[in-house]
């Protein structure tokens, strides 16, 4: 294998790609990461000097569904592009891509300029034509992994959530309960959030809330949840934000909701873009109404979603 390793590959440099695809997996598996930094002594070991070798560490916590929020991809891109890369080294070549259209991209630059790719137990050629039907296969299997894998997910967290089960993010006024969502045991937390949905029902837009909240010096509570189960409790001025989204939360009208949006691709500026759209209540993947004690009803709440579209731009 490492007859495939030539002088011109050796006078370039070494790029050592490095990526978890979440936070979470950065933190908890080490080893993982460990390893991926280690590729940096196989690379010596092939014959780079140890000055020609560069590590791409920007993509950790990333997920490599896209190359959207991931500049180590696009920097190693443009080092191939640009003929500054010999060979890339990989823990797993699912590491770079997981999306066959960026895979096959990027295969082809290897191609065309000539890079090797190289993982724990093998180095590839692309421009070798079994090794190219081998990357091939890797990548597409890499990608129907991650669907298979977002199937199981998706379909487990839905499942729990039609019981009502899946801890959602509780939002400000709310705390969990062993049955589920509570109001929040700080009385003065609960008056405040009383007070929000009280002060819409007068005002005749949410802009006229948040002046009426700036003139009279009035704070809504933010709560902080911890990864320990610890809070934090601050007071903060009203702004429009943070208002729409108490708006437009059904948890307030004592509604467990979950499935409110979807993910749609479109084209933007030629490129393949993700975006949220908010569904309607009917197009909810749950809905449960009177789950818990709520701060409205049901019919204030939609009564409030058509007040604010009434009173779109200026809501």
Known sequence: MESKIQSTHLDRRAYVYIRQSTARQVFENTESTARQYALAEQAQKLGWAPGSIEFIDEDLGHSGSTTEGRPGFVRLSEAVAHGEAGAIFVLEVSRLARSSQDWQQLLALCGVAQVLVVDEQTIYDPQDGNDKLLLDLKGTMSEAELHWLRLRLTGARRNK???????????????????????????????????????????????????????????????????????????????????????????????????????????????????????????????????????????????????????????
């Open 161 to 315: 959530a039609r019981r009502g089960a899946l801890r959602i993010q509780a939002p400000t006024g709310y705390v969990w309960g062993e049955e589920g969502f509570e109001k929040d045991p700080d009385e003065a937390v609960r008056q405040a959030i009383q007070t929000v949905f009280d002060r819409f029902s007068i005002e005749p837009t949410a802009w006229a809330v948040v002046r009426w909240a700036r003139e009279s010096g009035f704070r809504v509570p933010v709560r902080f949840t911890f990864a320990d189960g610890t809070t934090e409790l601050s007071w903060k001025p009203l702004g429009l934000s943070r208002l729409c989204v108490m708006l437009h939360n059904p948890t307030y009208a004592g509604t467990y909701a979950y499935g409110r949006q979807r993910i749609k691709k479109a084209l933007l500026n030629g490129k393949i873009r993700s975006f949220r759209s908010t569904l309607e209540p009917d197009e909810w993947a749950v809905r449960i109404h009177g789950a818990h004690a709520g701060y409205i009803d049901w019919e204030t709440f939609m009564g409030n979603q058509r007040k604010l579209r009434d009173n779109l731009p200026g809501v």
